[in-house]
């Protein structure tokens, strides 16, 4: 029953923009701290930006800090991700996470590809 559902993926040139969204259900969204990470070909997974569930704070790692940015809306159960200035090396499969810290549970949606490329 629990689902996310990432969306807004596809080829974009460098230097263009994207909006990847997840949509939630079957748990309780407010609740959770939600993280976008990514995975290029051949590369481990890495963290990209969270945020906490009221939505108040937020963390990037640096190579998309200024660039990109979080967002939730709990009323709608989503959490979106704007992706400007895109650069070749952004090229990776784009995944939302959900993470109760107190109850050690935790949910990834399935990935979608984001690809930057001329």
């Known amino acids: 029953q629990v689902q996310l559902v990432e969306s807004g993926g596809g080829l974009v040139q460098p230097g263009g923009s994207l909006r990847l969204s997840c949509a939630a259900s079957?748990?309780?969204?407010?609740?959770?701290?939600m993280t976008w990470y990514r995975q290029a070909p051949e590369k481990e997974r890495e963290f990209v930006a969270g945020i906490t569930s009221g939505g108040d704070v937020t963390n990037y790692a640096d190579s998309v800090k200024g660039r990109f940015t979080i967002s939730r809306n709990n009323a709608k159960n989503t959490v979106d991700l704007q992706m400007n200035s895109l650069k070749p090396e952004d090229t990776a499969v784009y995944y939302c996470h959900a993470q109760h810290l107190g109850w050690r549970t935790d949910y990834w949606g399935q990935g979608i590809q984001v690809t930057v490329s001329s």
């Open positions: 079957g748990f309780t969204f407010s609740r959770y701290f």
